[in-house]
């Protein structure tokens, strides 16, 4: 056996024997917690026999019950709302314990598929699951009833000690301006009683809302982040092109090893770039790749994939030129802008030019764009005259770079830690390896600049996948889906 496959299988047993132990745990927690919830439940029962069978005489005893009476009331409410908290708790105890248990059937899968065993044998042998889908997180036969015992009770303390108060309630000014207090002594009931008994609904609203998003939503996401500057588009191509109709100076597509491209060992300075990019043609004109507008409909339709497209365009950069061409650049970008936004917008059918509309609305106030806002317009003109289906664009602002969480940036890093994005596709081999430790699985757009001996001491994370194309990429996902 390979000295890899040796140590994989090593880290399995390891990882069966502690999940297999913290199962077990997290069962007997949860039979702790229970245990402690009843006895908080049983101190009011208590507390009134003893007040009822202490040696007081009868009329002490009522008096020291009517004293208490509106407190004892609100502690009851008190009581049910702690008895829910506990509920939730033990409910998430619960699916952390079934967690375990659908990893360790996978454990057990990965085992048995490797035997070299009949499967006759096998399956007779075998009387536990392999499959991570079973056993269900919304347990109707085994956790219901606990759910339901949680209920009964939270729902008559609530319902015990909101009558108990009731008439004290009634007291307060607040709740005579509502209506007269004979109205009041017959709406309050009929609400208490109501209120008791969507307390009581909502027990399982919540358990079927947890169970839920542990199946569909923890851990994972049915999220596709996607880069658009060379994964979406040539950029390549349309760079040396246009470079050299700036500067003279012309390179191939195949002489851009590193990005950015004044440090690729070109004659291109970085004053070449920024001729470049703060031209709004370079922008407006770039080309598409060509079955990237296919794809992400099939993703987006076929398979209900949510598309986030990121990009990080600090465009046009205005700050180290000169007042007359800072000005001269932002008049250019007004008027191309304006130009490209009637051929789109013309081109467009109805429900379409609303649609656009609403994209940059929403864009503009859900990214608090104070600056910046051209280029924004701009990428939104681009994706909708390519006919791109997305449901969330994000201009990258600050540090594009960083995976930082503490730093007050809006890149991809923190929007896929806080969305779980499931799958991205990146062109820039360092953000795909930062991505990979986030992300289950990473693909690679290829290029010359993101080739593996281009840095040389990276490992390389098994869950960036290198593909040439949209195709591969669609192909993969499909597969992993």
Not at 180 to 197: C, N
Not at 281 to 305: G, H, Q
Not at 328 to 357: H, M, Q, T
Not at 411 to 428: G, M, Y
Request: proline share 4%; hydrophobic share 45%; aromatic share 16%.
């Amino acid at each position: 056996m390979p000295k890899k496959a040796s140590q994989f299988n090593d880290y399995l047993h390891q990882e069966y024997s502690h999940i297999a132990e913290a199962h077990f745990k997290t069962n007997e927690t949860i039979s702790t917690f229970f245990k402690h919830y009843l006895a908080i439940m049983t101190i009011p029962i208590a507390v009134t026999a003893y007040i009822i069978t202490s040696e007081a005489k009868p009329s002490q005893s009522n008096e020291i019950i009517e004293y208490i009476k509106p407190y004892a009331g609100y502690l009851l409410l008190v009581i049910s709302l702690a008895g829910f908290a506990v509920m939730l708790h033990i409910i998430n105890l619960r699916l952390d314990s079934l967690l375990y248990a659908r990893t360790v059937n996978g454990i057990r899968k990965f085992f048995y598929d490797s035997a070299d065993i009949d499967i006759n044998i096998k399956l007779r042998m075998r009387t536990l699951p392999q499959t991570t889908l079973l056993p269900a997180y919304f347990e109707k036969s085994y956790f219901l009833p606990v759910i339901f015992a949680f209920a009964l009770l939270n729902a008559s303390y609530f319902l015990a000690g909101f009558w108990i108060a009731l008439p004290y309630l009634l007291n307060f000014q607040f709740i005579k301006s509502f209506a007269e207090p004979r109205d009041l002594m017959i709406y309050v009931p009929v609400a208490t009683i109501g209120g008791a008994f969507f307390f009581f609904v909502m027990h399982f609203v919540f358990y079927w809302k947890f169970a839920r998003y542990r199946e569909t939503g923890y851990l994972k996401s049915s999220i596709i982040g996607i880069d658009i500057d060379g994964v979406m588009n040539r950029h390549r191509n349309h760079f040396c092109s246009l470079l050299a109709q700036k500067t003279g100076k012309e390179i191939t597509p195949e002489q851009i090893t590193h990005i950015p491209v004044h440090e690729a060992d070109l004659e291109v300075t970085r004053e070449d770039e920024r001729l470049v990019f703060n031209d709004s043609k370079y922008w407006i004109d770039m080309p598409v790749e060509d079955t990237t507008p296919d794809n992400l409909k099939k993703l987006r339709n076929i398979f209900k994939f949510k598309l986030f497209i990121f990009t990080h365009r600090p465009w046009p950069n205005v700050v180290v030129i000169d007042k007359k061409d800072r000005k001269a650049v932002i008049s250019s970008w007004r008027r191309g802008l304006c130009d490209y936004e009637s051929v789109v917008y013309n081109a467009l059918p109805k429900w379409a030019k609303v649609k656009l509309w609403f994209d940059y609305v929403a864009n503009r106030l859900l990214n608090r764009f104070k600056s910046g806002c051209l280029i924004q317009r701009l990428t939104i003109l681009w994706l909708r005259r390519y006919g791109f289906e997305y449901d969330k664009l994000v201009i990258e602002k600050g540090n594009e770079d960083t995976t930082d969480p503490r730093g007050n940036f809006r890149n991809r890093f923190q929007l896929s830690r806080k969305k779980k994005i499931r799958f991205f596709v990146e062109d820039d081999l360092e953000k795909a390896v930062k991505l990979s430790f986030i992300c289950d699985v990473i693909f690679l757009i290829d290029h010359p600049y993101n080739e593996p001996n281009r840095f040389r001491g990276t490992a390389i994370p098994s869950n960036i996948i290198r593909v040439k194309s949209w195709n591969e990429v669609y192909r993969h996902i499909r597969r992993l889906s």
